[in-house]
């Protein structure tokens, strides 16, 4: 990636038309102007954020691509600092220049923090599409797919799930069995199959990328970066082989850099994710099993837990073979995760949790007295 020199007074020739050209393949449109208008009479230039590494960020504006310390905006809350996809107002002066403002995001994917504080991490910054690359070199994971559609709800962005390396499985009864698999698992979700090998698939996933901006999502070894490089059209992301023991592969991204299609849009490559946890994404779960939500509206108690009460809509459609009971208990999984995220920055809801406990407990209680008695106490 080049980086152009420093010199003085870079951004005093450009104007908003300047930019609206210079930027429009990076996705600079009439709302992000309006949003930076103010920062036009501070002499500061827009820029859009693709690359950020130790405190300092790559940024492309009409000028070329500047590096930008970014110190200024480098607060202590991790949900705000400066990542890739950010619109920025850029202080010309200065080697490095310094990020001074960032536009407010219309997106944003997130996750938790690996510690055991209730953080978030941004991954990507005002993103359209949310691509969850799968291997079909690998066994489908069917719990990951669904943990990474919840966040990619969450953000505000499309999710889609593009299923790579399809020419490893080239016999099509056993492809279309495993597409339908995951969309079962990704309701209202778009599946394609791809191979960035024989091509199959790629003008279709190219015209979705083509309308936005899109970041690529999934493990080491799912194939993002041989993605991103077929949608380029040049080998611009470092590939190496997976494993032949578990089809898993080393970390070759290791920043989120955000690159220009040639036909279109712009796409974020991320390093493969090992860890994926929630971060308040109970909307984004709500959406990725529709189906089971949709079910309990026709449950007889309105706090139904699913299980053994009489009139569970859920568990008749399981019965009945309607809905798996993996989904279920997926379901169930990113619940409980998501309230134990929340609840530790939630003093209130954290006492609503203890209370059901003691509820459930309560009602374990008196059935297995029942059971032994046959009666109620």
Known sequence: MSVSGSGSGRGAGSTPTDTATALAPYGWDEGWAEAFAPYYAQGLLPGRVIRVDRGQCDVVTAEGTVRADTAFVTPHDPMRVVCTGDWVAVQPEGNPCHVRAYLPRRTAFVRSTSSRRSEGQILAANVDHAVVAVSLAAELELARVERFLALAWESGAQPLVVLTKADLVPDPVTRSHLVADVETSAPGVPVYAVSARTGEGLDVLAAVAAGGTSVLLGQSGAGKSTLANALLGEDVMDVRAVRDADGKGRHTTTTRNLLALPGGGVLIDTPGLRGVGLYDAATGVGQVFAEIEELAEGCRFHDCAHESEPGCAVQE?????????????????????????????????????????????????????????????
Request: proline share 2%.
């Open 317 to 377: 459609a399981i019965a009945e073979g309607e809905l798996p009971h993996r989904r279920l208990e997926s379901y169930r999984k990113l619940l409980r995760e998501n309230q134990r995220i929340v609840a530790q920055s939630d003093a209130r809801l954290r006492s609503e949790i203890r209370k059901d406990w003691k509820r459930k407990d309560a009602q374990a209680r008196a059935a297995m007295e029942f059971k032994r008695g046959g009666h109620w106490r």
